[in-house]
């Protein structure tokens, strides 16, 4: 893909946004502040992924396998045993 059309692909995918999101209309200020919101959002859902999907995968992963592993006997049948 040569640098042309490449460069005409990216200026169709944002005119494809402009369009889809609505903000043709809006004024160049709007834009911006419309723009710096979302791309805000976007990076605080990215960075919250990040941090917190990893956790959560390993606490399931940690209590499925007890699942599948099997219960421990409980210290109050212990003690109770004979």
Known sequence: ???????EYVCWLYYQYL??????VLEPWEKSIFNTVL???VAMVIY???????IHVRLALEFFSEL?????ESTVALMNSP
């Open 39 to 41: 791309c805000t959002m």
């Open 68 to 72: 599948v592993r099997g219960q421990p």
């Open 48 to 54: 919250t992924s990040y941090v917190f999907v990893p």
């Open 1 to 7: 893909m040569d640098m042309k059309s490449m460069r």
């Open 19 to 24: 369009l889809i999101t609505g903000i043709y």
